[in-house]
């Protein structure tokens, strides 16, 4: 095979950074796939299981769908948070079942009970996710200022920058340790294996077994 001829029959696969990885690391284990050389050398952004195929490229969260929707990468591992705020055309042939959590709308504990979901008409919110903030409170009636925030989210409403935020939440710990409540869930969140549109139809032998053994592996570790 020459070299052209193999490099058309490699899968590059975008894994995000993070506790993600690891998850997605025994998933891959669990499929029968060599993943021992993503975790030699953490600076290594691209590694390769050439017995398998296999190109690997690590890249931050936020970033997996692009690398995906333009074809650097043939598929890629998201959260359903980053695809439904980034709303990218890509291919969704496998829910992992990794990385689960919710996206909550939370508030100080000061206001909980003093006014209801139902009641609510307009206010401030902060958020990572203003797309999904913006059409959940739409499709609610209710009309929202929305405050783009990347890190440190409780710190918002304390501060008086918003009067409520929308984050994951997985424990409830944060927030608690914050002075803030859980108000409502918003969705409930998990990870999912996404796929380069043009890549399916160029590559459907290699990605459709890919996808078997991975959901055989989902199945398995339940």
């Known amino acids: 095979m020459t070299s052209s001829a193999l490099e058309r029959d490699i899968l590059t696969i975008a894994l995000p950074k993070g506790r993600i990885l690891k998850d997605a690391a025994g998933l891959f284990r669990a499929a029968g796939v060599d993943f021992s050389q993503i975790f030699q050398d953490k600076r290594k952004l691209i590694s390769e299981t050439l017995a398998e195929g296999l190109r690997f490229m690590i890249v931050r969260s936020q970033d997996v769908p692009t690398y995906v929707e333009y074809g650097a990468a043939d598929l890629g591992i998201a959260g359903c948070d980053v695809l ?97 409540v859980e108000v409502e869930t918003m969705m409930e969140i998990s990870s999912k294996l996404v796929c380069n549109r043009a890549s399916l139809k160029m590559k459907p032998k290699r990605i459709k077994g890919l996808v078997e053994r991975l959901a055989r592996a989902v199945e398995q570790e339940g």
């Open 84 to 180: 439904l705020e980034q709303d990218l055309d890509l291919y969704e042939p496998l829910d992992l079942q990794i990385g689960k959590c919710r996206m909550m709308i939370a508030e100080p504990a000061e206001l909980a009970g003093v006014e209801s979901p139902a009641n609510w008409t307009h206010m401030k919110v902060a958020s990572k996710y203003p797309n999904i903030t913006t059409r959940y409170f739409q499709e609610k009636g209710v009309q929202v200022e929305i405050i783009k925030l990347y890190g440190s989210i409780e710190l918002a409403p304390l501060l008086g920058l918003s009067d409520r935020i929308v984050d994951l939440v997985e424990t409830g710990e944060t927030l608690k340790k914050n002075g803030l």
